[in-house]
């Protein structure tokens, strides 16, 4: 049984080809998903803004430690992309940031 390790993660896209029923539903909750929505949970929070051109998502992801950064990065990626195909939101060029919070170091003020 190996270390399991807890990791931040952000991925950023870029918003493609929406419909405009999703268009439509994604600016009447454009005030739910600004930046006071940005948290990091494990089903994901999405911001955006009214432009609708780019996206975040902010996840928690529990996974090996010995997979490393880009297995949690991986497994983000692969939950956003099946949470913006279930609500029938196009994208594309997905990237993600990953920050493994067991190995992060604090410096606390003395």
């Known amino acids: 049984m190996s270390t399991q390790h807890t990791y931040r993660v952000i991925v950023r896209g870029t918003f ?4 405009e029923e999703s268009r439509s539903r994604l ?12 948290q990091f949970t494990e089903e994901g929070s999405l911001t955006y803004d009214r432009t609708l051109k780019h996206f975040s998502y ?4 529990v996974s090996d430690a010995a997979d490393g950064d880009e297995m949690a990065g991986a497994l983000a990626e692969e939950r956003v992309e099946n949470a913006l195909r279930a609500l029938g939101h196009g994208y594309k060029a997905l990237r993600s940031t990953v920050t493994d919070l067991d ?8």
Do not use: F
């Open 103 to 110: 190995t992060m170091k604090i410096n606390y003020k003395r």
């Open 27 to 38: 600016l009447s909750e454009v005030e739910e998903h600004g930046l006071a929505a940005m």
């Open 16 to 19: 493609d080809g929406l419909s």
């Open 58 to 61: 902010r996840l928690v992801v």
